[in-house]
């Protein structure tokens, strides 16, 4: 079996995938802390044969996390962020600061793709560009809805917007604290990503195909405006890339992957953009 960890700083998320079948066998988030208990908070190692790690961590707890999981497994690849893979270039001025999250999905973005805008919706909202030919732009990073409810502090930290709720009702004004709250955050995070998808595809006259992933992804998908693909497993998608180990994954085949809606016409995004730039 092959154990795959994303470690964010919210939750660390796991994934068993049979070696052979290369089918998805089980799955499991456990709060982010600072050491692991094979059994407890990860399935035990001894079916075990091969780690891949996506850790945004503190550098300790990666090397810890590494430590133990070398003692137990024979194969253990840890994902860093580069100047360049799989035919992207990475485009901030020091790579290696680049969230490998981030690096990650945009490198799985890039491969079922091509130039894409990879948004991840975890503790932070992040939003990376890569264009047709592997040129990663670099990116934007806010606060994701939980962070922003908690810095509210107005005691509704733990009420989280139900991603069933009908899209429309996020639009109306709160008609009390927890709506407001609601509304408001979820507001912030359509708009920034609606208003810098449409920027960036304008300055670089082209519309790109869009993709969400992260924990809060289907919630900001709903009010996410131009079309897009939802992709849970999207980080994941980019260490099957970078350490392939199974039949299908050799054959460039990632797990999950969706089925990506083409973008809108540049005419739209720039009808668009001349819009919210009335208002
Ligand atoms: N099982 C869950 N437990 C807690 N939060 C969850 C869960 N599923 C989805 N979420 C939402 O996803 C967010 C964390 O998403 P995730 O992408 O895992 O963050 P990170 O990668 O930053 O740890 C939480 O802030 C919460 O809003
Ligand atoms: C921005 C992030 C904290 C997002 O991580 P996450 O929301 O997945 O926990 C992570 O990508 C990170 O630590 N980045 C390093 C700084 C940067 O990307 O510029
Ligand atoms: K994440």
Request: hydrophobic share 45%; glycine share 10%.
């Amino acid at each position: 079996m092959i154990l795959d960890l994303d470690i964010g700083n919210t939750l660390s998320k796991w994934r068993l995938k049979d070696s052979n079948s290369s089918e998805i066998r089980s799955r499991g988030a456990v709060w982010t802390r600072e050491e692991w208990r094979p059994g407890a908070d990860i399935p035990d190692l001894d079916v075990v044969e091969a780690v891949r790690i996506s850790s945004v961590a503190r550098r300790a707890v990666l090397d810890e996390t590494v430590a133990l999981l070398r003692r137990r497994v024979g194969t253990v690849h840890v994902a860093r962020s580069t100047h360049e893979a799989l035919g992207v270039s990475n485009g901030y001025e020091e790579p290696a600061r680049l969230g490998v999250d981030r690096w990650m999905g945009a490198l799985a973005g890039y491969q079922l793709v091509g130039g894409c805008c990879a948004v991840d919706c975890g503790s932070a909202i992040t939003i990376d560009f890569v264009l047709p030919g592997g040129r990663h732009l670099g990116g934007y990073i806010l606060p994701g809805l939980r962070l922003m409810k908690e810095s509210l502090k107005l005691g509704t930290r733990n009420v989280a917007i139900d991603p069933d709720s009908e899209a429309e009702e996020l639009l109306e004004p709160g008609r009390r604290t927890v709506e407001a709250v609601n509304h408001g955050i979820y507001m912030a995070a359509v708009s920034a990503v609606n208003r810098i998808y449409s920027e960036v595809c304008e300055q670089q006259e082209v519309a790109l195909p869009l993709l969400l992933t992260g924990g809060d992804a289907r919630v900001v998908s709903r009010g996410v405006q131009a079309p897009h693909a939802v992709w849970p497993d999207m980080v994941y998608g980019g260490l099957e890339a970078c350490f392939p180990l199974t039949a299908s994954e050799r054959a460039g085949r990632l797990s999950g992957a969706p089925e990506v809606p083409a973008p809108v016409a540049m005419e739209k995004i720039r009808a668009a953009l001349a819009f919210s730039m009335l208002l």
